[in-house]
T-cell receptor, first 108, second 114 residues
């Protein structure tokens, strides 16, 4: 199974823009890249998905370079409530595998 | 529309006991899956199903059985629980077999094996 890799943790302050990067080794041609957010004692929830270039929704942007070997989740003006674990997921078939996730801590 | 419902939320077992974690979804999703989450390990895929009657192994299938007799239900069975199976288990589903990896997760089931 192909893997995704992320740094373990990062800190930020309220109001800052946060960029979280994920590396995808051996990404396949038809793989999508999807990001999830998880709060303590809850299941992960979908944030954003993309295939190439840039995707933006009401909560985040996703940047994917031309070689698609990495992706960057951008959270504009984070708040304390954005403190969570963020996972990237890649796949286009049934075996959807997650990285270990990155813990984002937002401070006042 | 309840989404993905997991039961029980908490369970304590003794080594060697068996039990079934239940997962039900009311969104008519064809794809369902089970993950376990351990500290520092992220989410690891145990088993998945692309439709009724079809199941397959994920990354860490040993010690677990699944079946998919209906579209709605995807139970996870532990035949002889071991302390290494102490974990938080998440069930997830998505519509169809496609490139859209928008999974809906349940709230999780915390299992402790003594």
């Amino acid at each position: 199974l192909a893997k995704t890799t992320q740094p373990i943790s990062m800190d930020s302050y309220e109001g800052q823009e946060v960029n979280i990067t994920c590396s995808h080794n051996n990404i396949a041609t038809n793989d999508y890249i999807t990001w999830y957010q998880q709060f303590p004692s809850q299941g992960p929830r979908f944030i954003i998905q993309g295939y190439k270039t840039k995707v933006t929704n009401e909560v985040a942007s996703l940047f994917i370079p031309a070689d698609r070997k990495s992706s960057t989740l951008s959270l504009p003006r984070v708040s304390l409530s954005d403190t969570a674990v963020y996972y990237c997921l890649r796949g286009a078939n049934s075996k959807l595998t997650f990285g270990k996730g990155i813990t984002l801590s937002v401070r006042p | 529309n309840a989404g993905v419902t997991q039961t029980p939320k908490f369970q304590v077992l003794k080594t060697g006991q068996s039990m079934t974690l239940q997962c039900a979804q009311d969104m008519n999703h064809e794809y369902m899956s089970w993950y376990r989450q351990d500290p520092g390990m992220g989410l690891r895929l145990i088993h998945y199903s692309v439709g009724a009657g079809i199941t397959d192994q994920g990354e860490v299938p040993n010690g677990y059985n699944v079946s998919r007799s209906t579209t709605e239900d995807f139970p996870l069975r532990l035949l002889s629980a071991a302390p290494s199976q102490t974990s938080v288990y998440f069930c997830a589903s998505r519509p169809g077999f496609s490139g859209a990896n928008v999974l809906t997760f349940g709230a999780g089931s915390r299992l402790t094996v003594l």
